[in-house]
Structure formats: C-alpha cells, structure tokens
C-alpha cells in the first residue's frame, strides 16, 4: 500500500483546499510544496520567480519533492508546474497514490483572481484567461499521468474531499 497521496493539477483546481480536508479526514499530515519552499529558501514564490527566474524556482522545487517523498502518511499539495518534470513524478509515484484534480478553464480563470500566481501576475483580465487556456492545453498530458482524475468543478471542497476520501479506502481494500 502506498503511504503518500499525491494531488496534482493546474493553479486554482483547489489541491490546497481540498488536500487541508483530506488529511483531516484522514489524521494525515497536510503538506504543500509551495508552503515548503517559501519556509526552506525565506523566500516568496513571487520573490523566486522575479530575483532567480522560474528556472532555479524548479530546481528547488524538485528538491523539496525528493525530501517530502520520503516520508509518509502525508496529503501533498503540488504546485501546477510540478508533474511537467518526470522526475518529481518519479520521487513522487515511489510511495504515493498520484490523484489529478481538474477544473475547466472557467473556474480556475475566477479561482485565481488575485496576484498571487507569477505565471498570471501583471496581465490584463482577458491575457490571463488565454495563458491559462493554452497552458493548461500544454500540460494536460501530464495531469493525466495519475492513478484517477477528479473533476473539481461542480462540488464544494469538503463533497470533492469526501469523494477522494471514500476512493482511497476503497483502492486500498483491494490491495
Ligand atoms: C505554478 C503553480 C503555483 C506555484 C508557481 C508555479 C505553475 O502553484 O508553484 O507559481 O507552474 O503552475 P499552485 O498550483 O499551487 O498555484
């Protein structure tokens, strides 16, 4: 059985909010990778991505990845960018069911109404809504790499939870 679970998906699909409530649910420890790089560099993911650029804000991520792969009974919270690199997958599969929370373009464009994301920071309300279209359109084979897709649209956090919760037990019965 795997110790870990494992959410990833795009900006604004609810990984954090979702994940808090499972991990309750669960008596898991709750972890996010971005949470996690801001704490270990004293640094924000904005400050990263303005002073080192996305690059070194990767490879710090993969750091972080390869630490937290090795401990278990943990919900992870990933940031969208994190299952475009094989190798934070790969850390991340070893002990971890991978769940893919989707959402359609819609909701993540009125989920991520703030200027939080680097990736959408400065741009007008119509330029965001086209980079999340076509970002999106790039990574979605890799949100598809997961053990199950969860659609995030249509319920609240908490029902999105449960629905996880209840499919974890019953994948883990089988095993
Ligand atoms: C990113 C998503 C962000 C954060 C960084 C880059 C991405 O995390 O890691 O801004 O490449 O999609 P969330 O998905 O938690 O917003």
């Not at 900006?11 to 270990?40: C, H, N, P, Q």
Request: aromatic share 8%; proline share 2%.
């Amino acid at each position: 059985m795997k110790n870990n679970v494992v959410l990833i998906g795009f900006m604004g699909v609810g990984k954090s909010a979702i994940g808090r409530i499972l991990a309750k649910k669960m008596g898991y420890s709750f972890v996010d990778t971005d949470f996690l790089i801001e704490k270990k560099y004293q640094k924000s993911i904005k400050d990263i991505f303005q002073t080192e650029g996305e690059e070194a804000f990767r490879q710090k991520e993969t750091k972080i990845i390869k630490e937290i792969a090795k401990k278990k009974n943990q919900i992870i919270s990933t940031g969208g960018g994190v299952p475009t690199i094989e190798e934070n997958m790969a850390y991340l599969k070893e002990d971890g069911i991978i769940i893919s929370l989707v959402a359609n373009v819609d909701t993540i464009y009125n989920r991520t109404n703030n200027e939080k994301r680097p990736l959408l920071k400065g741009k007008t309300d119509v330029e965001r809504k086209v980079i999340i279209s076509e970002l999106l359109n790039s990574r979605r084979k890799y949100y598809q790499k997961a053990d199950i897709i969860f659609s995030t649209d249509f319920a609240t956090p908490l029902k999105n939870a449960e629905n996880i919760f209840r499919y974890i037990k019953n994948s883990r019965k089988k095993v």
